[in-house]
C-alpha cells in the first residue's frame, strides 16, 4: 500500500535535516515541496519526480485544498510521496489539513518531525529561549490570517509570555510592534530578527520594539523570524552599541573594519 511521508525539512540548510528525512528523500517516487526547501535538499532526491505547491508572501499561492487532492491522488500512483514541509510539519505547517484528507481517503500516512525555525535561530544566536529567573515560557504565535479566517488574539499570548517567537510575521513587523506596545509591552523590549536562519546568507538584526514602530531601516529578501524577549537584551545591547561605534567612525575607517 502507498504511504503519504508529511516530512519537515527543517529551517534550511542541508545538513539540518533528519536521517529518516534523508532516507525518505532517497526513496521517494514523487515530491511535493513547500517553498521554503532548499535546492540542496532536494537534490538528495535525484530519482523522484518534484512539484513545488509552497506558499510565500506576496506571491500567488497553491490552493490548500488543490493539495490535498494532489496527496491523495498521488497515492494511487506512487508508491511513496513526500510533502516536504519547511521546518516541522506540525507547526504553522497547516499538516492537519492534510492528515484530514488522507484519512478522509484512506491513505496511510507518516508524520516525520523537523528542526523548526525557532530552535534554529536560538542555536544560531547562542542563546536559550528560556533562562533560569527570566524566561519560564515560551510561546510560538503568527499574526498572519488567511483571507477566510478571523484574526486570532496572537498579541495576548506574547505579552503574557516570557519569551515569544512570531512566524511569518516580518513583513507587517510595524503594525505587530505596535500593538503589543499598545498591549502593555515596554518600548525597549529587545527584539532579534533572523532572515534566513542556518543558511550561508543569514542575517541578523537587533533592535527594539520601540524602534520597529517607528519604521524599518532594511529590507527583507529572505524568510525571516521574530524573536521577543528579555533574553536577548545583552545581544541586543551589544549589537547596537558596537553599530552606534562603527557608525561614529570616519569613513575611511569604517570602511576598513
Same mark, same amino acid.
Given at each position: ?7 519537515? &525539512? ?8 533528519? /536521517? ?8 521517494? #517516487?514523487?515530491?511535493?515541496? #513547500? ?13 523522484? @519526480? @518534484?512539484?513545488? *505547491?509552497? @506558499? ?9 485544498? %488543490? ?17 516536504? @514541509? ?25 508524520? *516525520?518531525?523537523?528542526? $523548526?525555525?525557532?530552535? &534554529? ?18 510561546? %510560538? ?16 499570548? /506574547? ?15 510595524? #503594525?505587530?510592534?505596535? $500593538? ?10 529587545? /527584539? ?14 537587533? $533592535? ?11 529590507? %527583507?529578501?529572505?524568510? &525571516?523570524?521574530?524573536? *521577543?524577549?528579555?533574553? %536577548? ?21 569604517? *570602511?576598513? /573594519?
Amino acid at each position: 500500500m502507498a504511504t503519504v511521508y508529511l516530512v519537515g &525539512a527543517g529551517p534550511g540548510a542541508v545538513d539540518l535535516i533528519t /536521517v529518516r528525512c534523508a532516507r525518505l528523500l532517497a526513496q521517494a #517516487d514523487l515530491i511535493l515541496y #513547500d517553498a521554503l526547501v532548499s535546492d540542496d535538499i532536494l537534490a538528495l532526491a535525484p530519482q523522484a @519526480k @518534484k512539484i513545488r *505547491v509552497g @506558499k510565500r508572501c506576496g506571491s500567488v499561492s497553491i490552493d490548500q485544498r %488543490f493539495i490535498n487532492r494532489c496527496l491523495v491522488d498521488a497515492a494511487q500512483k506512487y508508491q511513496t510521496v513526500l510533502r516536504l @514541509k519547511g521546518g516541522d510539519p506540525m507547526l504553522f505547517g497547516r499538516a492537519h489539513e492534510e492528515i484530514e484528507a488522507l484519512r478522509a481517503g484512506g491513505i496511510s500516512f507518516e508524520v *516525520v518531525p523537523g528542526v $523548526t525555525t525557532a530552535l &534554529a535561530a536560538a542555536s544560531e544566536l547562542g542563546i536559550s529561549l528560556t533562562r533560569r529567573g527570566l524566561s519560564r515560557s515560551v510561546t %510560538f504565535v503568527t499574526p498572519r490570517v488567511g483571507s477566510a479566517e478571523e484574526a486570532s488574539d496572537w498579541a495576548s499570548h /506574547v505579552i503574557a509570555s516570557d519569551t515569544a517567537v512570531l512566524y511569518m510575521a516580518a513583513q507587517q513587523i510595524e #503594525d505587530v510592534a505596535t $500593538t503589543l506596545i499598545e498591549g502593555g509591552l515596554p518600548l525597549d523590549r529587545s /527584539v532579534v530578527i533572523i532572515e534566513n536562519v542556518s543558511l550561508p546568507q543569514s542575517r541578523k538584526f537587533y $533592535t527594539t520594539l520601540g524602534e520597529l514602530r517607528s519604521g524599518l531601516s532594511f529590507e %527583507f529578501v529572505g524568510p &525571516a523570524v521574530v524573536l *521577543v524577549g528579555e533574553v %536577548f537584551a545583552s545581544a541586543c545591547a551589544d549589537a547596537m552599541s558596537l553599530e552606534n561605534f562603527l557608525s561614529a567612525l570616519p569613513t575611511s575607517t569604517a *570602511v576598513g /573594519v
